[in-house]
């Protein structure tokens, strides 16, 4: 067994293959409930998940670990990752489960945990599951009389969507606006409609029909162009396209261009800006952002704070410094007003919200910098570090001369895939192209 099988997003992987298998999911509940049974209350552990077959198989095993840990299990069905933060704060349970591999095809699953406060655990806390998971002989389980129950709750998609509907500025509807909804076939396919619809909007849903092979499939925050052509089609406002669990959003305008999520966060920061609700000074993103983000908030004399890759980075980084807007390019969008996690569907209402407040349209009020010319590929690899051999650094460090004080080069490994990601940025886009293409050339070589 790895050492470790968290990575930068909960746990992640091939369904019925390690870590992704019925033993190891077992014993991650059981280690997960032994840890958190804190004091001598009935202890509950809450449960999602998105809609890819092996949820059923993941589902089932984890209840069982989290029953012999002595925890009573509440199992919410098909929900959105932020509904399931949102709901283990709003039920006070010890813990919060959400079985989803997010953007990932069907047959990958995954699983994240949210503490009593909400907040996905620590690298510290995911630790000391895994020690535990490696070492089952040292999981105290619970007496026979101290076995937990397993309960369906019937209104958790109804909970989640006023929950939703409160993030929207009461004095204002939707009415008027077509709204394509793209919910990539995963957990949202629901409840994000429905949302929708009731605070007055006419609905085009895309991505509604799951049937446990389909999550993400040519749909998505990760295929945009699906929503855009029917945003053309349909003539629509706007298009929202949703991941798997919905944790991510990715919009279209009117015209069937992408607004990814750095537009989103400079647009909800400006605005919140200006009416005197934004904390910080400033947001928090990842490395991967554009340098164009970082010029429009110098511009506004506000800061822009970059941390690693990862939504839980970038919330730990706001809960320290007291921001409440940060997210990621890929569209994890954190409102710590509201939620304690991305939100993909608050995350498109606050735009929404300033779409109605200031009038025109998504394309004029979306269009909030120039994005620096960037360049990001994927290279996979199959063992073994290739970021470590001689020639891949030379390669680094000779783009990094190339690209000076223009800008950036991040390399990195995926924390969800076996993927070495080469992005480089700057202002003349043949360079970026180039160095870019050195370095994977390089890393190919290696991998």
């Known amino acids: 067994m790895p050492d470790q099988f968290f990575g930068t997003d909960g746990v992640r992987g091939t369904a019925n293959k390690f870590p992704m298998n019925a033993d190891t ?11 958190y049974r804190r004091g001598n209350h009935r202890h509950r ?44 704060r709003s039920m006070r349970a010890d813990l919060g489960v959400m079985i989803s591999a997010s953007h990932n095809p069907y047959h990958d699953n995954g699983i994240k945990i949210f503490g009593p406060d909400g907040y996905k655990l620590s690298d510290e806390q995911e ?39 409160s993030s929207f500025p009461k004095d204002l509807t939707l009415d008027g606006l077509r709204i394509v909804i793209d919910c ?44 855009a052509a029917q945003v053309k089609k349909m003539r629509a406002d706007i298009g929202i396209s ?24 400079a647009l909800i920061a400006t605005s919140w800006h200006k009416r005197g609700i934004l ?38 980084a706001m809960r320290n410094h007291g921001y409440n807007v940060g997210g990621e390019q890929s569209g994890h969008v954190v409102l710590s007003d509201f939620n304690t996690t991305g939100d993909g569907l608050i995350a498109a209402l ?41 020639a891949v650094k030379k390669a680094i460090e000779a783009a990094q001369q190339k690209l000076g004080n223009t800008g950036r080069l991040v390399i990195r490994k995926s ?21 870019v293409d050195d370095i994977v050339a390089e890393v190919e070589r290696a991998a």
Not at 252 to 258: C, L, P, R, S, W
Not at 350 to 366: F, K, N, T
Not at 415 to 435: C, H, K, Y
């Open 242 to 265: 949703l991941d798997g669990d919905a944790d991510r959003c990715i919009l279209v305008d009117e015209k069937g261009n992408v607004v990814d999520g750095d537009q989103v966060m």
């Open 350 to 390: 606050q735009v929404l919200a300033v779409l109605v407040q200031d009038g025109g349209s998504v394309s004029e009020i979306c269009r909030m910098f120039d994005p620096v010319p960037q360049v990001l590929k994927n290279v996979r690899y199959s063992s073994g570090s290739p970021l470590e051999t001689d």
């Open 25 to 35: 999911v077992l014993r991650i509940g059981m280690a997960t409930g032994a840890l």
């Open 127 to 165: 630790h000391e599951i895994e020690k535990l998971v490696r070492s089952p002989e040292h999981i105290k389980l619970a007496a026979p009389e101290q076995i937990g129950r397993a309960k369906r709750i019937e209104d958790a998609q109804a909970r989640y969507i006023e929950f939703v509907k």
């Open 279 to 316: 904390r910080g000074d400033g947001l928090v993103a990842t490395v991967m952002s554009n340098l164009g983000l970082e010029r429009l908030m110098a511009s506004q004399k506000l800061r822009l704070e970059r941390t690693r890759v990862g939504d839980r980075y970038v919330v730990e």
């Open 45 to 88: 552990v809450v449960i999602g998940k998105d809609t890819r077959l092996s949820g059923y198989m993941v589902e089932q095993a984890l209840t069982a670990g989290f029953l012999a840990a002595g925890m009573d299990v509440f199992l919410f069905g098909p929900v959105p990752t932020p509904a399931v933060a949102m709901l283990t």
């Open 184 to 227: 990539a076939n995963g957990a949202s396919y629901q409840v994000a409609p429905t949302a929708l619809w009731e605070l007055g909007a006419e609905v085009i849903p895309v991505g509604v029909e799951p049937n446990g092979f389909n999550i993400n499939a040519e749909c998505g925050s990760t295929h945009p162009q699906k929503v």
């Open 415 to 435: 924390g969800t895939e076996p993927l070495i990601r080469v992005m480089a940025e700057g202002d003349n886009a043949d360079l970026v192209s180039s160095v």
